[in-house]
């Protein structure tokens, strides 16, 4: 069974400062990991994605992440938040790419001036 | 823009009513799979449609049901409707044959409320 943790239901930072979201999963076999950002009143829409080879990762709008197996890890950041990040980030897992995904509960970021 | 639609935007039913909500999937795929996102929670999975025909399913009770179709747009139907039901339902569309488009790109999904 697959199973994704996100640590934080909500954070906030300062415009300019680090954003660091985090993610923990649980899987039977080699996941396929994938970070959403959903802005208010609207459907999803993919940042990022990890498949297979290099596990660092790099996304739309100055996100990146970094799959840790290790540490069943896929934690996501950017080193400059803007105001216009302010959202709710989903992290998710599946066995394949087209298969089901499975959500973490969400973390909401709020960005103040 | 992902290229997948959803009809209607919002809809409000009473309880016991049935519902049907529409999903067109982006040009090229043929995988259609829809999600459940009750207020303040993640997306669940309710269930995939390949090829027409069903591919997987969440656990949701038989009242959720499904079609595609051969142009792989896609219906989701909730019979007896309850409270619980209230959510926004998100479709997503992707290619189980298409490696470069394996991805799922979600639609800005409908949201149902039951009273």
């Known amino acids: 069974a697959q199973s994704v943790t996100q640590l934080g239901s909500h954070v906030s930072v300062s415009e300019g400062a680090l954003v660091l979201l985090r993610c923990n999963y649980s899987s039977s076999v080699p996941p396929y990991l994938f970070w959403y950002v959903q802005y208010p009143n609207q459907g999803l829409q993919l940042l990022l994605k990890y498949t297979t080879g290099a596990t660092l990762v790099k996304g739309i709008n100055g996100f990146e992440a970094e799959f840790k197996k290790s540490e069943t890890s896929f934690h996501l950041t950017k080193p400059s938040a803007h105001m216009s990040d302010a959202a709710e980030y989903f992290c998710a897992v599946t066995p394949s790419n087209t298969d089901k995904l499975i959500f973490g509960t969400g973390t909401r970021l709020q960005v103040f001036p | 823009e992902t290229g997948v639609t959803q009809s209607p935007t919002h809809l409000i039913k009473t309880r016991g009513q049935q519902v049907t909500l529409r999903c067109s999937s982006q040009?090229?795929?043929?995988?259609v799979s829809w999600y459940q996102q009750a207020l303040g929670q993640g997306p669940q999975f309710i269930f995939q449609?390949?090829?027409?025909?069903?591919?997987g399913r969440g656990n949701f009770p038989p009242r959720f049901s499904g079609l595609q179709f051969p142009n792989y747009s896609s219906e989701l139907n909730v019979n007896a409707l309850e409270l619980d039901d209230s959510a926004l339902y998100l479709c997503?569309?992707?290619?189980?044959?298409?490696?470069?488009?394996?991805?799922?790109?979600f639609g800005p999904g409908t949201r149902l409320l039951v009273l």
């Open positions: 449609y390949y090829r027409e025909e069903e591919n």
């Open positions: 997503a569309s992707s290619s189980r044959d298409r490696l470069s488009e394996e991805t799922q790109y």
């Open positions: 040009s090229g795929h043929n995988t």
